[in-house]
């Protein structure tokens, strides 16, 4: 039987099953279906097939067909977000965002619905914004029809059950706790407080257990189903689907699954209250961070140039503004010793009504002193695009780049694609769906002096982030407090009189543009190439099997201990990094103008990558070695690299308590390793000849390895490698990687407390084993497919103890680790470990009950994530470099990894439960406990037969 016979009958016994169930004008609209665009503008990299249709409940759809992917997608997006939240409920929005996935008519069952996808080889996800709802999933294709139908359901009758109301009301407190006293969403709250009070983005929107709450002539569960049935309509929906399917198949399964979703006729309320007045122009806003953070912000707000996105007059400025070249703002700043970096943004939809520019400043300590210096510079700079910047030179810069970023497009798949191509279809043509990023027709000079008129001193609105800020007021719903105040018109004055004395330069032509876009033979695309295997020296090519693209990766590994010896020389390593960020500031900016990327980082000593088109890339990996042989820094560059260092480690108190967790745990599980103190004791110490040593020791005593993928040919990697080879000395020694902690069976759990300048606490509970290899990884992965969702049911949805409970399986060398991760506003690390241990005693009922067929179908859809076709270049390579890193001798073997995940059984799932993480017996459990202020007189988590570590110094340094 054909396919196509096959879904025809099927979509008929379906529409017969559920035809009591869908109302008689979804069944009415069956065959009503209108083609509204099959024209859109794609990539020629892109080859699927587009369309955009409007099923008779008026519900718009576009429908990608992709015969490369395994998975299919769903995204839905509705242009009602916390905007509209009506007074007595603020956050309603958010709150039936989270309500909505608790049970459905026809699939009642509690969060069944993250369930199956989470068992089906996909995911799901949603969040709520100012003006927009965007909800989405990805599963395995062959569970896409029964998914789009739980999208369906979700949105014609949702349960909106009230005896879960109190449940998700502390889910949506704990995710507000969980940011409560982050200093980026203070940052960003104070930027929307500090609007006309009269427009409703001004308000609280996240929600709490204040805001959400039954109120005299409010009822909070009245107020949620009137705002569902009041907005959630299909003509204001926008639905985005991706599949293997063909587009038949897909206009079929939109009007089957999605023309059930009622067409109420809702229209999107229209704000009379302007945004802005002159009341909120010219302002300065500033808080104490939490953390050491020295940030400096300037936004601009102009009228919306979102329907001008075609001239792309923002982003022309704001390429401008954020140019890190040499003699421009931020290089000139830089030298002077000022920030640490500037960074320039544009929001075209930043609202209805307006976009907006924005420039921050991360200054340094003298940066903090000179804030009217930065700001005079910033409107220095301005008065110099407007003079000279407004030129052909800059469009054609602007205008190449984005002809040549569209002709060479990043494929994007999978949730993520449509989850942007559904918030987009609120906003942009159909046809210009994929282009509106890159599309400009022309230069209109007119237009960008226009919007540079808006970039002045007294339209400006100032924000900073204050370390020793003192007094001030409450801010609304977070923890801290915040000052106000008008930027007097001497002050203005005063930034644009010392602007006429500060020389500055623009841009000029770029040397690093690209010009041969040529694809090499692919003759070494089957199987990693490795072209040299010798001690202290290897190098390892392949080339894609998938994509006909200019581009390529390299990766560099001047592989030594050098920095891992002593706290000093870890130390060393992290000034030498923040340094070179520094000087090769003007560099990355030129070089990410033509679409190369390069990064330095640390781990078994230098690696420097570099990624993009392959012309001209292996010139930038040479100029970036030969950068760092011939370094020459100053004192002020030393110095300031010591104050960013400092910074980064004293701030780790004031990180999200369960990412301060999983610093811990790097920590503890990766030797040798020195305490925060330790490494802040080496600091002061350190000179430039210390810096310039160990630059030549990283030179002259560290051994090589090379891994070049994509469009490069073998005489290109042969030719590179020798030119590596003349510039630093390679020593001939076995490769280094550092120890990490394996399971001791014979030893209690490792139990290790952290302090934390946070409210939360912070629980991690790892399970190290003893098992290795790819059949243990294997069984361990598809152990959190089953677990996963039951985990995050319990502690999120049933006990309301944590807004993000997680499971991971994950490698620790070749052993399997499996870990049980949270933060909780709610119960202390003691009481998180007793509901652990609750949960794990409960699952384990939960999976004995777990039959061959559940298994299989999960199995079959994780098999299929790995099988499915690449989307672009980083996908196809990620697993080989993976194991590159991680210094395997045989790098491409991903397949083995796939035979091994077939040859699991339940039954081994089941005994990998019981005996790592029920009875121990092949595991040593490590937890990591972070203590937050608020369980500070709680008894802190003690465990049976434990070793306690106190200092991460005192561990032995192997």
Same mark, same amino acid.
């Given at each position: 039987?054909?396919?196509?016979?096959?879904?025809?009958?099927?979509?008929?016994?379906?529409?017969?099953?559920?035809?009591?169930?869908?109302?008689?004008?979804?069944?009415?609209?069956?065959?009503?279906?209108?083609?509204?665009?099959?024209?859109?503008i794609q990539s020629p990299n892109d080859s699927r097939e587009y369309q955009v249709i409007r099923l008779a409940n008026q519900l718009e759809v576009l429908l990608v067909s992709d015969p490369d992917l395994e998975n299919s997608a769903a995204s839905l997006s509705l242009p009602i977000g916390s905007m509209n939240n009506p007074d007595q409920q603020l956050g309603l929005a958010h709150y039936l965002e989270h309500m909505l996935f608790l049970g459905s008519e026809r699939y009642p069952t509690i969060n069944e619905y993250s369930k199956f996808m989470t068992q089906h080889g996909g995911y799901t996800n949603a969040y709520t914004a100012q003006e927009s709802t965007v909800y989405g999933f990805e599963v395995n294709d062959s569970h896409f029809a029964e998914a789009l139908d739980r999208l369906g359901d979700v949105m014609r009758a949702p349960l909106l059950d009230k005896r879960y109301a109190d449940k998700e009301r502390n889910t949506v407190y704990a995710e507000h706790k969980t940011y409560f006293d982050n200093d980026m969403r203070k940052f960003y709250a104070l930027q929307h407080y500090t609007l006309n009070p009269d427009h409703p983005t001004a308000r609280f929107s996240t929600g709490n257990l204040t805001t959400l709450k039954d109120k005299p002539g409010s009822k909070l569960q009245d107020e949620l189903v009137n705002f569902f049935e009041t907005y959630y309509s299909a003509n204001l929906m926008k639905v985005a689907l991706t599949s293997p399917r063909s587009i038949v198949d897909?206009?079929?399964?939109?009007?089957?699954?999605?023309?059930?979703?009622?067409?109420?006729?809702?229209?999107?309320?229209?704000?009379?209250?302007?945004?802005?007045?002159?009341?909120?122009?010219?302002?300065?806003?500033?808080?104490?961070?939490?953390?050491?953070?020295?940030?400096?912000?300037?936004?601009?707000?102009?009228?919306?140039?979102?329907?001008?996105?075609?001239?792309?007059?923002?982003?022309?400025?704001?390429?401008?503004?954020?140019?890190?070249?040499?003699?421009?703002?931020?290089?000139?700043?830089?030298?002077?010793?000022?920030?640490?970096?500037?960074?320039?943004?544009?929001?075209?939809?930043?609202?209805?009504?307006?976009?907006?520019?924005?420039?921050?400043?991360?200054?340094?300590?003298?940066?903090?002193?000179?804030?009217?210096?930065?700001?005079?510079?910033?409107?220095?700079?301005?008065?110099?695009?407007?003079?000279?910047?407004?030129?052909?030179?800059?469009?054609?810069?602007?205008?190449?780049?984005?002809?040549?970023?569209?002709?060479?497009?990043?494929?994007?798949?999978?949730?993520?694609?449509?989850?942007?191509?559904?918030?987009?279809?609120?906003?942009?043509?159909?046809?210009?769906?994929?282009?509106?990023?890159?599309?400009?027709?022309?230069?209109?000079?007119?237009?960008?002096?226009?919007?540079?008129?808006?970039?002045?001193?007294?339209?400006?609105?100032?924000?900073?982030?204050?370390?020793?800020?003192?007094?001030?007021?409450?801010?609304?719903?977070?923890?801290?407090?915040?000052?106000?105040?008008?930027?007097?018109?001497?002050?203005?004055?005063?930034?644009?009189?010392?602007?006429?004395?500060?020389?500055?330069?623009?841009?000029?032509?770029?040397?690093?543009?690209?010009?041969?876009?040529?694809?090499?033979?692919?003759?070494?695309?089957?199987?990693?190439?490795?072209?040299?295997?010798?001690?202290?020296?290897?190098?390892?090519?392949?080339?894609?099997?998938?994509?006909?693209?200019?581009?390529?990766?390299?990766?560099?590994?001047?592989?030594?201990?050098?920095?891992?010896?002593?706290?000093?020389?870890?130390?060393?390593?992290?000034?030498?990094?923040?340094?070179?960020?520094?000087?090769?500031?003007?560099?990355?900016?030129?070089?990410?103008?033509?679409?190369?990327?390069?990064?330095?980082?640390?781990?078994?000593?230098?690696?420097?990558?570099?990624?993009?088109?392959?012309?001209?890339?292996?010139?930038?990996?040479?100029?970036?070695?030969?950068?760092?042989?011939?370094?020459?820094?100053?004192?002020?560059?030393?110095?300031?690299?010591?104050?960013?260092?400092?910074?980064?480690?004293?701030?780790?108190?004031?990180?999200?308590?369960?990412?301060?967790?999983?610093?811990?745990?790097?920590?503890?599980?990766?030797?040798?390793?020195?305490?925060?103190?330790?490494?802040?004791?080496?600091?002061?110490?350190?000179?430039?000849?210390?810096?310039?040593?160990?630059?030549?020791?990283?030179?002259?005593?560290?051994?090589?390895?090379?891994?070049?993928?994509?469009?490069?040919?073998?005489?290109?990697?042969?030719?590179?490698?020798?030119?590596?080879?003349?510039?630093?000395?390679?020593?001939?020694?076995?490769?280094?990687?550092?120890?990490?902690?394996?399971?001791?069976?014979?030893?209690?759990?490792?139990?290790?407390?952290?302090?934390?300048?946070?409210?939360?606490?912070?629980?991690?509970?790892?399970?190290?084993?003893?098992?290795?290899?790819?059949?243990?990884?294997?069984?361990?992965?598809?152990?959190?497919?089953?677990?996963?969702?039951?985990?995050?049911?319990?502690?999120?949805?049933? !006990? /309301?103890?944590?807004?993000?409970?997680? #499971? %991971?399986?994950?490698?620790? +060398?070749?052993? *399997?680790? @499996?870990?049980?991760?949270?933060?909780?506003?709610?119960?202390?690390?003691?009481?998180?470990?007793?509901?652990?241990?609750?949960?794990?005693?409960?699952?384990?009922?939960?999976?004995?009950?777990?039959?061959?067929?559940?298994?299989?179908?999960?199995?079959?859809?994780?098999?299929?994530?790995?099988?499915?076709?690449?989307?672009?270049?980083?996908?196809?390579?990620?697993?080989?470099?993976?194991?590159?890193?991680?210094?395997?001798?045989?790098?491409?073997? !991903? /397949?083995?990894?796939?035979?091994?995940? #077939? %040859?699991?059984?339940?039954? +081994?799932?089941? *005994?990998? @439960?019981?005996?790592?993480?029920?009875?121990?017996?092949?595991?040593?459990?490590?937890?990591?406990?972070?203590?937050?202020?608020?369980?500070?007189?709680?008894?802190?988590?003690?465990?049976?037969?434990?070793?306690?570590?106190?200092?991460?110094?005192?561990?032995?340094?192997?």
């Amino acid at each position: 039987m054909s396919y196509s016979h096959r879904l025809t009958v099927f979509v008929f016994c379906f529409t017969l099953s559920f035809s009591s169930l869908v109302s008689a004008d979804s069944k009415q609209a069956a065959s009503s279906l209108e083609i509204l665009e099959t024209a859109i503008i794609q990539s020629p990299n892109d080859s699927r097939e587009y369309q955009v249709i409007r099923l008779a409940n008026q519900l718009e759809v576009l429908l990608v067909s992709d015969p490369d992917l395994e998975n299919s997608a769903a995204s839905l997006s509705l242009p009602i977000g916390s905007m509209n939240n009506p007074d007595q409920q603020l956050g309603l929005a958010h709150y039936l965002e989270h309500m909505l996935f608790l049970g459905s008519e026809r699939y009642p069952t509690i969060n069944e619905y993250s369930k199956f996808m989470t068992q089906h080889g996909g995911y799901t996800n949603a969040y709520t914004a100012q003006e927009s709802t965007v909800y989405g999933f990805e599963v395995n294709d062959s569970h896409f029809a029964e998914a789009l139908d739980r999208l369906g359901d979700v949105m014609r009758a949702p349960l909106l059950d009230k005896r879960y109301a109190d449940k998700e009301r502390n889910t949506v407190y704990a995710e507000h706790k969980t940011y409560f006293d982050n200093d980026m969403r203070k940052f960003y709250a104070l930027q929307h407080y500090t609007l006309n009070p009269d427009h409703p983005t001004a308000r609280f929107s996240t929600g709490n257990l204040t805001t959400l709450k039954d109120k005299p002539g409010s009822k909070l569960q009245d107020e949620l189903v009137n705002f569902f049935e009041t907005y959630y309509s299909a003509n204001l929906m926008k639905v985005a689907l991706t599949s293997p399917r063909s587009i038949v198949d897909l206009q079929q399964m939109a009007e089957l699954y999605l023309s059930q979703i009622p067409n109420k006729k809702a229209t999107k309320p229209v704000i009379v209250s302007p945004m802005l007045t002159a009341k909120e122009l010219a302002i300065s806003v500033a808080i104490k961070p939490t953390a050491n953070i020295k940030l400096l912000q300037v936004n601009f707000l102009i009228p919306s140039v979102q329907d001008e996105y075609m001239y792309q007059p923002g982003g022309y400025i704001s390429r401008l503004l954020g140019s890190d070249h040499e003699g421009g703002l931020s290089n000139q700043l830089q030298k002077a010793g000022l920030v640490e970096s500037v960074m320039a943004g544009f929001y075209g939809s930043f609202s209805e009504n307006y976009s907006q520019f924005s420039m921050q400043f991360v200054m340094t300590n003298a940066g903090l002193k000179e804030q009217d210096k930065i700001l005079a510079s910033l409107f220095a700079y301005i008065e110099l695009i407007k003079k000279q910047g407004i030129s052909q030179l800059q469009y054609r810069e602007q205008k190449s780049g984005l002809d040549r970023d569209f002709k060479f497009l990043t494929k994007n798949s999978g949730f993520s694609y449509v989850m942007g191509l559904s918030a987009n279809m609120q906003n942009y043509p159909y046809k210009d769906l994929l282009f509106h990023p890159y599309r400009l027709d022309g230069f209109n000079a007119k237009f960008i002096s226009q919007l540079l008129t808006y970039l002045t001193p007294e339209n400006s609105r100032i924000f900073k982030m204050i370390p020793d800020l003192e007094g001030g007021t409450q801010i609304p719903y977070y923890q801290g407090k915040y000052t106000r105040d008008i930027i007097s018109q001497k002050n203005q004055q005063t930034w644009l009189r010392q602007a006429q004395n500060i020389k500055l330069t623009l841009p000029a032509g770029n040397p690093w543009l690209p010009e041969n876009f040529n694809l090499v033979d692919r003759q070494y695309s089957a199987k990693a190439q490795q072209l040299v295997n010798k001690e202290g020296h290897s190098v390892w090519f392949k080339q894609s099997a998938y994509f006909k693209e200019p581009k390529a990766s390299m990766k560099l590994h001047l592989n030594s201990d050098i920095s891992d010896q002593n706290p000093e020389s870890r130390i060393t390593m992290s000034l030498l990094l923040e340094m070179f960020s520094k000087q090769f500031a003007a560099l990355h900016f030129v070089a990410g103008e033509a679409g190369l990327n390069f990064a330095l980082s640390h781990s078994n000593g230098l690696l420097i990558s570099t990624s993009g088109y392959s012309d001209k890339q292996d010139k930038l990996l040479l100029t970036v070695l030969n950068e760092i042989k011939n370094a020459q820094f100053s004192e002020q560059t030393l110095n300031l690299a010591k104050q960013e260092v400092q910074r980064q480690l004293n701030n780790k108190v004031a990180m999200k308590p369960l990412d301060f967790a999983f610093e811990g745990f790097r920590q503890l599980v990766r030797q040798p390793a020195w305490s925060d103190a330790a490494l802040l004791a080496e600091i002061d110490g350190i000179n430039l000849l210390d810096i310039n040593q160990f630059i030549e020791k990283i030179l002259s005593q560290s051994s090589l390895r090379l891994l070049a993928l994509g469009n490069l040919s073998r005489e290109q990697v042969v030719d590179l490698d020798s030119a590596l080879a003349s510039i630093v000395t390679i020593e001939q020694q076995p490769f280094y990687t550092i120890k990490r902690l394996q399971a001791d069976l014979n030893e209690g759990a490792l139990n290790y407390q952290i302090s934390s300048k946070m409210d939360d606490d912070a629980l991690a509970t790892i399970y190290l084993s003893d098992l290795k290899g790819d059949a243990a990884l294997a069984t361990a992965e598809l152990l959190n497919q089953l677990l996963k969702p039951a985990f995050y049911n319990q502690i999120r949805t049933e !006990e /309301q103890l944590s807004y993000s409970p997680f #499971s %991971a399986s994950f490698p620790v +060398d070749d052993y *399997a680790a @499996f870990g049980l991760f949270t933060q909780s506003p709610t119960l202390s690390n003691a009481k998180l470990y007793q509901r652990f241990a609750v949960f794990l005693e409960n699952f384990n009922k939960q999976l004995d009950k777990t039959s061959k067929k559940e298994f299989a179908v999960i199995k079959k859809a994780q098999i299929a994530n790995y099988l499915a076709q690449p989307t672009s270049l980083s996908d196809e390579f990620s697993y080989l470099s993976h194991q590159w890193l991680s210094l395997k001798p045989e790098i491409d073997t !991903e /397949q083995a990894y796939i035979d091994s995940l #077939s %040859a699991v059984s339940l039954t +081994d799932v089941k *005994a990998f @439960f019981q005996t790592v993480l029920v009875k121990g017996e092949n595991s040593q459990p490590v937890v990591i406990q972070v203590q937050g202020t608020k369980f500070l007189k709680e008894a802190i988590l003690q465990l049976h037969n434990e070793v306690k570590i106190t200092n991460i110094d005192s561990l032995p340094k192997h």
